[in-house]
């Protein structure tokens, strides 16, 4: 781990980022831009650890790890770790505007389980124990890259004053349930569950029990965690309520990744290995060119439109009162969904075969349908499965 004299690096005024490890800064070290994490009081002891993770941090070398050039001290001998400057972090990136589209977030996740699956092909394996959002961050071309190695261990001599966003959503959401017991050997299946409970952050935007009552009661989540309880689906009905879970919707085959990571026993968890396979063949799954993402569109477009033809023969439609719509069962045999207004979640796609975008169809600023939405929808979907049939 290389020590770098303050005469080869200059701190600007301008911060980047804060935790209760600490502030980060903007500098230049030689001739790179690079990011300066510049430690608060430590309590005694730590400063040996801060040198022993930032060791181990400095030897790695992924596309997918923040590179640790090394570290200077201040002038009240703390130390301050130099790093690679990336753009923004990972959970700024998911909560801004536009929205990160699907084919970003599956990069990020292979971006996360590749730096992961290097970590862990070490000898010996090499745990981040802190994976979560907030510890991946992007650079101006969209690569994810993991950092903050050991830095959630530290404790703040005055973090009674100092509250922020990771004190809110704390790392305990993403630590397996094992991590807590008594003389407990971090092992690569740690992880592993907070990769899962990351990837389910990345795919929803909601974090981990976020909407739960006491969701910010760390002995109440741990209850959860031990009754082999977990965050809910969106878009799932919420039990005795006339409501969804809310939060992006999740596919079938990313839901059951999800589950295999936040598996209660650590041996049913994959290796990271197999995520990286899971998630390249999603990948491998989408067009490679123009000719297919428009043959691919017209596919989809299709599916929806048959999908939904289905779902509007099944129901008869009524109109509330407001711009709502709702759709109640046509059959009281048929109870297992209440009668709510659903949200849908679909790509812009157009194609020759389609004589309408379906986001003309399904205008959702406000995630429902207006009366000329349906009305245009009913009969567009009508023309397809017409023009389908035909073919």
Not at 213 to 226: A, F, R, V
Request: charged fraction near 25%; include cysteine; aromatic fraction near 8%.
């Amino acid at each position: 781990m290389a020590t770098i004299p303050n005469s080869d690096i200059s701190i600007s005024s301008e911060r980047l980022g804060a935790g209760y490890f600490g502030e980060v800064f903007a500098g230049v070290y030689l001739t790179y831009r690079v990011a300066i994490k510049k430690l608060r009081s430590l309590q005694q002891g730590d400063l040996d650890k801060v040198m022993q993770e930032a060791k181990i941090w400095g030897s790695l070398k992924h596309p997918n790890i923040a590179t640790l050039w090394g570290i200077a001290t201040d002038s009240d001998g703390l130390p301050m770790l130099v790093m690679e400057r990336f753009e923004t972090d990972l959970l700024t990136r998911l909560h801004s505007n536009p929205t990160p589209t699907g084919e970003e977030r599956i990069k990020w996740l292979l971006n996360i389980a590749n730096a992961c699956k290097y970590l862990h092909s070490l000898d010996p394996p090499v745990i981040h124990r802190d994976l979560k959002p907030d510890n991946v961050l992007l650079d101006s071309n969209g690569r994810a890259a993991v950092a903050d190695f050991g830095l959630s261990k530290l404790q703040n001599v005055d973090s009674k004053s100092y509250l922020n966003r990771n004190a809110r959503r704390g790392h305990w959401r993403y630590a397996p349930l094992e991590s807590h017991a008594r003389g407990y050997i971090p092992s690569c299946e740690y992880d592993i569950f907070s990769f899962g409970m990351t990837m389910y952050e990345i795919l929803t935007r909601r974090y981990p029990f976020q909407g739960e009552e006491g969701e910010h009661d760390t002995n109440l989540i741990m209850q959860w965690l031990g009754n082999e309880e977990r965050p809910h689906r969106p878009g799932t009905v919420i039990k005795g309520k006339n409501e969804r879970y809310a939060g992006d919707l999740v596919s079938d085959d990313a839901w059951k990744l999800i589950g295999k990571c936040w598996a209660h026993k650590p041996d049913n968890r994959p290796t990271f290995s197999a995520i990286c396979e899971e998630i390249t063949r999603w990948t491998q799954a989408r067009p490679t060119s123009a000719n297919d993402s428009q043959v691919d569109n017209d596919r989809i477009t299709t599916s929806i439109m048959t999908s939904a033809l289905n779902v509007l023969n099944r129901f008869s439609v009524n109109q509330t009162e407001g711009p709502v719509w709702t759709v109640p069962r046509a059959s009281p045999k048929q109870t297992e969904l209440p009668t709510v207004p659903i949200r849908v979640d679909l790509p812009s796609l157009s194609g020759p075969s389609s004589k309408t975008s379906s986001s003309k169809l399904l205008r959702l600023t406000t995630g429902e349908l207006s009366n000329d939405d349906l009305a245009e929808y009913s009969m567009v979907v009508q023309q397809l499965v017409k023009q389908l049939e035909k073919d």
